[in-house]
């Protein structure tokens, strides 16, 4: 099973997830700040295949933990924890690069179900070509992306979510049709994860992203990929 590492400065909360998980066969380190968590997934011999990392943590907070640790060009899975379904908070959480939420109290069941998904989005495609789309090459078959020479790292969810996009050019995809082939989120699911993740896929591969050239939204239905 997984590394996890569970980053959640409220004790009990701490120790409760923590043997929900290993009940549940994962490896699990924890950490009660940011600092800690920072240390943690920047030690080269770190073991860490996700993080489950709470939102509102003394000093550093969740919000800064995952902005740094994609600034280092990490691409560990991140879900976040949010103490209350608040909009501005899931939306600051997704734009400083995290995969998915959850809600807290989360039971035990969602959240080993959001990790699985998680890890699934992590795993090798299987595929065997790659693609020049002007300029911008996806090579399946080695999950790298690079545009005019130069690799572009895309942690998992948002490399799921280019192969998707651009395994059907020019076809339109609904929102929850994304949610359902990237997320796996069925009915848990929410729309705001994919305009997230294409808001931070947008950042890095198009040249200005403020006008798409690659991921075009197409207004009140989705969003489908160019080049145009």
Not at 5 to 32: F, K, N, P, Q
Request: proline content about 5%.
């Amino acid at each position: 099973m997984a590394h996890v590492l569970l980053i959640e400065d409220d004790v009990s909360v701490r120790d409760g997830m923590e043997l929900v998980l290993r009940r549940h066969g994962y490896d699990v380190d924890t950490a009660g700040t940011g600092e800690h968590a920072l240390a943690l997934l920047s030690d080269p011999d770190s073991a860490v295949e996700i993080a489950v990392l709470d939102l509102m943590l003394p000093g550093i907070d969740g919000f800064d933990v995952c902005r740094r640790l994609r600034a280092t060009g990490s691409t560990v899975p991140v879900i976040m924890l949010t103490a209350r379904g608040d909009d501005s908070d899931i939306v600051r959480g997704l734009e400083a690069g995290a995969d998915d939420y959850v809600v807290k109290p989360v039971t035990a069941p969602v959240l080993e179900a959001r990790i699985r998904a998680a890890l699934r989005r992590a795993e090798p495609a299987q595929s065997a070509r790659g693609e020049d789309h002007a300029g911008l090459v996806i090579d399946r078959a080695g999950l790298t992306v690079a545009k005019r020479g130069t690799q572009i790292a895309l942690p998992p969810t948002e490399l799921r979510l280019l192969l998707e996009l651009s395994a059907s050019p020019a076809h339109v995809f609904s929102r929850e049709q994304l949610l359902q082939s990237v997320w796996e989120h069925g009915f848990l699911g929410d729309s705001r994860l994919v305009d997230a993740a294409v808001g931070r896929l947008r950042a890095k591969i198009e040249d200005i992203p403020a006008r798409p050239r690659y991921i075009q939204t197409v207004r009140g239905f989705g969003y489908r990929f160019g080049p145009v």
